[in-house]
Structures are given as structure tokens and as C-alpha cells.
Antibody, heavy 114, light 110 residues
Framework: QVQLVQSGAEVKKPGASVKVSCKAS????????MNWVRQAPGQGLEWMGI????????SYTQKFQGRVTITRDTSTSTVYMELSSLRYEDTAVYYC???????WGQGTLVTVSS | QSALTQPPSASGSPGQSVTISCTGT?????????VSWYQQHPGKAPKLMIY???KRPSGVPDRFSGSKSDNTASLTVSGLQAEDEADYYC??????????FGTGTKVTVL
């Protein structure tokens, strides 16, 4: 069965970077795009970006352009989302979600705190 | 790329129907038949309920239905049940491999 397993919770200081992983299994990794979505405490869902695991091409929402980088490692079927220059308002749960939106990771809480 | 507009809340008694709207523009909702709806219970990951405007994934009850007219998509939950109480979000493809989510609607079963 399809599984997306994300890395554990992180606590970072303002200005630092965080890299969250999403390990996929149960399907052909290169056949489906992967999205990253975040949800701040008590807030709605926010789409961040997407990667084509086959070619590695990416697309990001303008809000995060320049601060977010999505990469993949086909040898381990893992997608990564790195967010730099962290601010307090980046505190959120970050999800990976398969291209058809039918499978989601369990979420990774990133807390930005001094 | 602005968020799609949803009403903050909706409610209904058990057995009744509730409809949630999702308003975008011709660049997203109106331009593509790629609107999805998600149900999210507290502390849980979102669950896909509707995709491609009106299609239901396997296992989603037929009480959930979707539609679209121009720049507005809608989700209707018929025969409301207690377990339908949750937050609901829409999303739409917005071209150039980009997506946008709605602002979210809290559904309360009275």
C-alpha cells in the first residue's frame, strides 16, 4: 500500500533552515508528482510547491520563491523540502502529498523559536 | 495567487444537507476541471473527498458530491452525520504546475 512517511518534529531558531523528508513506498516513485503543503496553527492549508520525481523539475508558489527548495533522491524514493531564512510565522505542520492528492504524509511540525 | 474564498462556517442538523462554496477566478477554478475537496479532522492529515470537480475516490460515501459553475465550485454533504463535523478545504489547479487552496470551512453538525 502507498505510504508517505515524514521526518520528525524540528525546532529551529529564526534565520535558520529546516529540511523535511518524505519517504515514499508502495508505488513507482517516479510516476507521480509530490506536493508540499503547510498549515500554521489554527490556520488553513497552504500549497508551497511541487516536484516531478522523474525529472526533478519543480514549481513553487510565489510567496515562497527563493526560500523553498524541493528535491528528490530516486535511490531512496525520498522527497525533501528545505525552507530557509525561517521566521516565527513559518511555525506550522508541513505535509507532503502525492500528486493525485489521495495520499498524504503524517505531517511534520516545525517550530521556529528563539 | 490568492486563496480561494470559502465561507468560514456552515452547519446543519443530522440528516440535513449542507453546501459549501469555493470561489476563485477564471485562472483557477473557472479555467480547469481540477477542483478537489478535502475533509480534515482536528490533528489529522486532510482526506481527499472529491477530485476533478465531482469524482469520489473509492471509499468516500455518495453523500458527498461536488459541482462547479463558472468560477465557483461547491461541495454538498447530504444526510449529515456526526462524523461529518470537520474542516473542509477546496483546492484548484492554477496553471503552470501550481495549485491554490481555499480558506477553509468549519462544518458543525447541530
Amino acid at each position: 500500500q502507498v505510504q508517505l512517511v515524514q521526518s520528525g518534529a524540528e525546532v529551529k531558531k529564526p534565520g535558520a533552515s529546516v529540511k523535511v523528508s518524505c519517504k515514499a513506498s508502495g508505488y513507482t516513485f517516479t510516476s507521480y508528482y509530490m506536493n508540499w503543503v503547510r498549515q500554521a496553527p489554527g490556520q488553513g492549508l497552504e500549497w508551497m510547491g511541487i516536484i516531478n520525481p522523474s525529472g526533478g523539475d519543480t514549481s513553487y508558489t510565489q510567496k515562497f520563491q527563493g526560500r523553498v527548495t524541493i528535491t528528490r533522491d530516486t535511490s531512496t524514493s525520498t522527497v525533501y523540502m528545505e525552507l530557509s531564512s525561517l521566521r516565527y510565522e513559518d511555525t506550522a505542520v508541513y505535509y507532503c502529498a502525492l500528486g493525485g492528492w489521495d495520499y498524504w504524509g503524517q505531517g511534520t511540525l516545525v517550530t521556529v523559536s528563539s | 495567487q490568492s486563496a480561494l474564498t470559502q465561507p468560514p462556517s456552515a452547519s446543519g442538523s443530522p440528516g440535513q444537507s449542507v453546501t459549501i462554496s469555493c470561489t476563485g477566478t477564471s485562472s483557477d477554478v473557472g479555467g480547469y476541471n481540477s477542483v478537489s475537496w478535502y475533509q480534515q479532522h482536528p490533528g489529522k492529515a486532510p482526506k481527499l473527498m472529491i477530485y476533478e470537480v465531482s469524482k469520489r475516490p473509492s471509499g468516500v460515501p455518495d453523500r458527498f458530491s461536488g459541482s462547479k459553475s463558472d468560477n465557483t465550485a461547491s461541495l454538498t454533504v447530504s444526510g449529515l452525520q456526526a462524523e461529518d463535523e470537520a474542516d473542509y478545504y477546496c483546492s484548484s489547479y492554477a496553471g503552470s504546475n501550481k495549485y491554490v487552496f481555499g480558506t477553509g470551512t468549519k462544518v458543525t453538525v447541530l
